[in-house]
């Protein structure tokens, strides 16, 4: 069976920093992209980042541009996000995801089929 375990959430205060994981089991994460999405109460889902099967793609919604950084370490078969001078609109449920590609792509539009169970971030003011 196909799972995505995010982990790493928490209450941060605003300018905090958190470092969320991505686990994978029942499956290599070294053919597929991940992406990391979140929603907040009241809010659609939205994209944050991705990172293609080698890394060599990294994609980020422009909110979170030049604090977050998306990493990966296939030999853990984990993905990273580090989230640094965090704002409470950061505050939501993070989601990481996973789309099966041939190539080295990502994007935060990708049809991703495999989900997360979620994780909190709270920052508060």
């Known amino acids: 069976q196909l799972q995505l375990v995010e982990s790493g959430g928490g209450l941060v205060q605003s300018g905090g920093s958190l470092r969320l994981s991505c686990a994978a089991s029942?499956?290599?994460?070294?053919?597929?992209?991940i992406g990391w999405f979140r929603q907040a109460p009241g809010k659609e889902r939205e994209g944050v980042s991705c990172i293609s099967r080698r890394g060599g793609i990294t994609n980020y919604a422009d909110s979170v541009k030049g604090r977050f950084t998306i990493s990966r370490d296939n030999a853990k078969n984990a993905v990273y996000l580090q989230m640094n001078s965090l704002k409470p609109e950061d505050t939501a449920v993070y989601y990481c995801?996973?789309?099966?590609?041939?190539?080295?792509?990502?994007?935060?539009?990708?049809?991703?089929?495999?989900w997360g169970q979620g994780t909190q971030v709270t920052v508060s003011s």
């Open positions: 995801a996973a789309v099966h590609y041939y190539t080295d792509y990502c994007g935060l539009g990708s049809p991703y089929n495999t």
């Open positions: 029942g499956f290599t994460l070294d053919y597929y992209a």
